[in-house]
């Protein structure tokens, strides 16, 4: 597998300046050499890996997202894909998903969060020069990813800092106005 780190660092855990340098300034952590590790052992079981690339895994709470380089899980049967997804969420504790890496940070984003769809995305320049990009999504209800963990996926592999909203929220029923008492919002809807 290509790897961004040396596999004979990975293996001993002793890394070389080249691949210190990369840790010390953040583009890998722990989890990324412990993902590099166990894709290393993997090989051996799943040989379509030798020609994969890896590019970075990122916590995002429930789930830690694994992206390959671009075009690599088409090589894989779906039945390979669920085998490595299940190896690898058993080895780190956490449901895994994987995901292919793409140029275009938009398609990337529409692949992750599938099944919900991008109806627009807005550029926000903040007065202290930063820039934030905003993504309305179809309906709340599509998105299976959690907000929190595509804003820092979207951050740590894209450099993208989004803020998330949508055409169409959830129904949660009537809110209770602050003060209220518990049984206001029927009596209220009873003398209207």
């Avoid at 938009?106 to 930063?130: H, M, Q, T, Y």
């Amino acid at each position: 597998m290509e790897l961004p780190l040396c596999s004979f660092d990975l293996r001993t855990g002793i890394f070389c300046p080249r691949c210190s340098e990369k840790l010390e300034r953040g583009l890998y952590n722990e989890l990324d050499v412990r993902v590099m590790k166990l894709f290393l052992e993997l090989e051996k079981k799943f040989t379509k890996l030798q020609k994969a690339g890896y590019v970075k895994s990122v916590d995002g709470g429930d789930t830690i997202f694994v992206i390959l380089r671009s075009g690599d899980l088409g090589r894989f049967e779906v039945r390979e894909i669920a085998q490595l997804r299940k190896i690898l969420s058993d080895e780190l504790g956490k449901h895994v998903r994987l995901i292919e890496d793409n140029p275009d940070p938009l398609k990337f984003l529409e692949s992750v969060a599938a099944p919900a769809r991008v109806v627009a995305v807005n550029k926000i320049w903040l007065p202290d020069g930063s820039e934030e990009t905003r993504v309305i999504f179809d309906h709340e209800r599509n998105l299976k990813v959690g907000e929190g963990a595509l804003k820092k996926l979207m951050e740590e592999v894209k450099g993208m800092k989004l803020t998330i909203d949508f055409e169409r929220k959830r129904f949660r029923g009537p809110q209770r106005r602050e003060g209220a008492p518990r049984g206001a919002i029927a009596r209220e809807r009873s003398s209207a």
